[in-house]
């Protein structure tokens, strides 16, 4: 397990909140779309927070368990955006700018853990992730679905 104390260092400071705002530096976007992503910033900070208050110092085996859980929530998160982003793209000739820069926030934070995180953990969930999202892990397979969700025949 690697060592996490250096996260709390991270959340405490404004560091965190900086860098996953730092996304859109270079960007047109609207002082609102900002907004909205230092809340986002913000948000996850404060989550992260508060799961070492409910379960206890950020050193411990089970902050670090919960830390892998964020960490696959957020990338369910990424691809969710990610996926909307490109079918955005590619049904219209006018994106939305949100979707692909909350992607790139919701990356953003997923490095910050990733430091956090031993690399045989974030590669086996990584796998895990990438098997649901492209309806390939057994547990599809085993109930008959196809890829695209539908029952095989």
Do not use: C
Not at 4 to 30: N, P, Q
Not at 44 to 65: K, N, T
Not at 69 to 92: G, I, K, P, T
């Amino acid at each position: 397990m690697k060592n996490t104390t250096d996260l709390r260092k991270i959340l405490l400071s404004t560091t965190f909140v900086e860098r996953v705002v730092s996304v859109a530096d270079g960007m047109a976007v609207s002082a609102d779309l900002r907004k909205r992503l230092v809340t986002y910033a913000q948000r996850r900070r404060a989550g992260l927070l508060a799961v070492e208050g409910m379960i206890g110092p950020i050193d411990s085996v089970d902050f670090y368990r919960a830390l892998a859980l964020l960490w696959l929530e957020l990338r369910f998160e990424w691809q969710r955006n990610d996926l909307v982003a490109n079918y955005n793209a590619f049904r219209s000739t006018h994106s939305d700018p949100a979707a692909p820069l909350f992607a790139a926030a919701s990356s953003r934070v997923l490095e910050i853990i990733e430091e956090h995180l031993d690399d045989a953990d974030r590669e086996r969930m990584a796998d895990f992730a990438a098997e649901l999202a492209a309806g390939t892990h057994q547990a599809f397979v085993t109930k008959g679905l196809s890829r695209n969700g539908h029952h095989a025949s």
